[in-house]
């Protein structure tokens, strides 16, 4: 690092403003330092907060030509995460996706990248009339989790499509694995495509040897991270990085500058600024008492009958290059539930909030703010679940198949089209104009253009059954309807 990280320029400056300067305030927003906000909203949460919730002005700088301690903060990020650029994102790494493509991409232009990607590229696609160029990420025969793409596949629809305008890469995907992002991201570039990544899950990338390298070291132009899931950063919050060369700076802060709030939050920017100070002061140390603690968990946790959690032995230095050790992936479908049943079991029973649930596994989510403690109640919450459940290995657990429809339309041509409201149950064969997908993660069942089929209304009905939070259809009474195109 070659900057002085023990500044944090842009939260310093806020907390001066907000908290030591007792301004009056005649300008937005207009609770007016708190003044305005319900007593109990006050009491619930304190005082303090309200007052550094203002308005863009000379000594707190502008998100969307920064000149002062924005910029000077976002250099410290861009510095940190070892990239040329950096720009702070209020919208979450959504905007950051979005801004990616829509700074690559415009109408009709291709764009290669695995199916198993978030719903934010999807929207991307859609915004900038794209063509995308889907590959099959490699599952994992025995859970059915997605796991990275081979890069032997990437360069096939490279050579099948050279006048791609980017390829897109996962980096990590939901569960922790990365592909081999340099091997691919250099085929791209002879090929002179831009490489973009998703790094959304991965922002403490590169700050331990035990994690993957940032996507940004390994030939990326351009990747967003989620600073709010792994760096400590208030929810929303997101940073974009960007290198020189294939896409233009000024492409990029003009894309950005579309689709940014012109009113950003100075709770959710300031957050950023002081994680990065964290980050790149203590996370050496933390990450040093951390991940041992992990690492046992993880060994205690395949101990118990039935649990099997999924970790580097999978490696294959290719589909699975590498992988974070943070994001620990347990499977229970040996005792004949599926992770969907096991999520709700653990917050009803234990108080105990996982990521998230899939058909053979759940997901918990590590980073620098557990403790001992905290592992420890998740292991000994396993340890209790599985002493009050039979194995049931006869009892097979659903798999829910990543499929990739036929794509009749584009998804910008589907999503702006004529359609109409039908009943998911009498849509067979028709053309989808809206996406449909389980959340989180938020990989779509369908998107705007593709041919619905009845394996696609089958995953909907068992995912529905399941509990899951399911995006893009409309419940009416008891019946759920899909927007379609019109014939």
Do not use: W
């Not at 939260?11 to 609770?31: E, M, Q, R, T």
């Not at 959504?94 to 232009?109: A, E, F, K, P």
């Not at 709770?267 to 991940?291: G, H, M, V, W, Y």
């Amino acid at each position: 690092m070659k900057n002085n990280h023990q500044k944090a320029p842009l939260y310093d400056a806020l907390i001066d403003y907000g908290l030591k300067s007792n301004p009056i305030a005649f300008d937005v927003p207009g609770h007016k330092l708190g003044n305005g906000i319900p007593k109990e909203f006050k009491d619930a949460v304190g005082a303090d907060i309200f007052k550094l919730d203002v308005n863009s002005m000379k000594e707190l700088d502008s998100l969307s030509n920064p000149i002062g301690v924005i910029k000077e903060a976002e250099a410290l990020a861009a510095d940190l995460f070892q990239a040329d650029h950096a720009f702070f994102l209020v919208n979450g790494s959504t905007s950051g996706v979005q801004n990616m493509i829509l700074s690559t991409c415009t109408d009709g232009d291709k764009i290669i990248l695995p199916r198993n990607i978030h719903k934010s590229a999807f929207n991307a696609i859609v915004l900038a009339g794209a063509v995308p160029i889907y590959i099959a990420p490699h599952i994992d025969e025995f859970s059915g989790v997605s796991m990275g793409v081979r890069s032997a596949d990437v360069i096939k629809a490279i050579d099948a499509h050279p006048d791609a305008k980017a390829v897109f890469l996962l980096h990590p995907t939901y569960f922790g694995y990365t592909s081999d992002f340099k091997t691919i991201a250099n085929y791209a570039h002879q090929h002179n495509m831009a490489v973009l990544a998703d790094q959304s899950h991965g922002s403490h990338f590169s700050l331990h040897n035990d994690f993957p390298q940032s996507a940004t070291v390994l030939g990326a132009d351009m990747a967003t991270i989620s600073m709010h899931k792994t760096g400590g950063s208030l929810t929303q919050s997101s940073i974009l990085l960007h290198n020189n060369g294939i896409i233009p700076y000024s492409r990029v802060r003009s894309t950005v500058n579309l689709f940014q709030t012109s009113s950003a939050s100075y709770l959710l920017l300031a957050s950023l600024d002081i994680a990065r100070k964290q980050l790149a002061l203590e996370s050496s140390s933390r990450f040093k008492t951390l991940l041992p603690l992990v690492k046992t968990t993880v060994q205690k946790l395949n101990n118990l009958p039935g649990i099997q959690v999924l970790s580097d032995h999978l490696l294959d230095n290719d589909a699975m290059h590498g992988f974070d050790i943070t994001k620990i992936t347990i499977d229970v479908s040996a005792y004949g539930m599926s992770g969907f049943k096991v999520y709700d079991y653990f917050k009803a029973r234990y108080n105990i909030q996982l990521e998230l649930g899939e058909s053979h596994v759940v997901l918990a989510v590590v980073s620098l703010g557990d403790t001992k403690t905290s592992l420890n109640a998740l292991y000994e919450a396993f340890k209790d679940f599985t002493s009050k459940h039979a194995l049931n290995p006869k009892k097979t657990v659903k798999h829910v198949k990543l499929r990739i429809p036929e794509m009749v339309f584009t998804p910008r041509h589907a999503f702006f089209a004529p359609s109409m409201l039908i009943a998911l149950s009498k849509s067979i064969d028709m053309i989808s104009a809206d996406s449909i997908m389980v959340y989180p993660p938020g990989i779509p069942l369908v998107v705007p253009g593709e041919k619905i089929t009845q394996a696609i209304i089958n995953d909907y009905a068992y995912l529905s059954k399941e509990g899951n939070i399911l995006i893009g259809a409309h419940q009416k009474d008891t019946n759920v309807y899909i927007k379609v195109l019109k014939p």
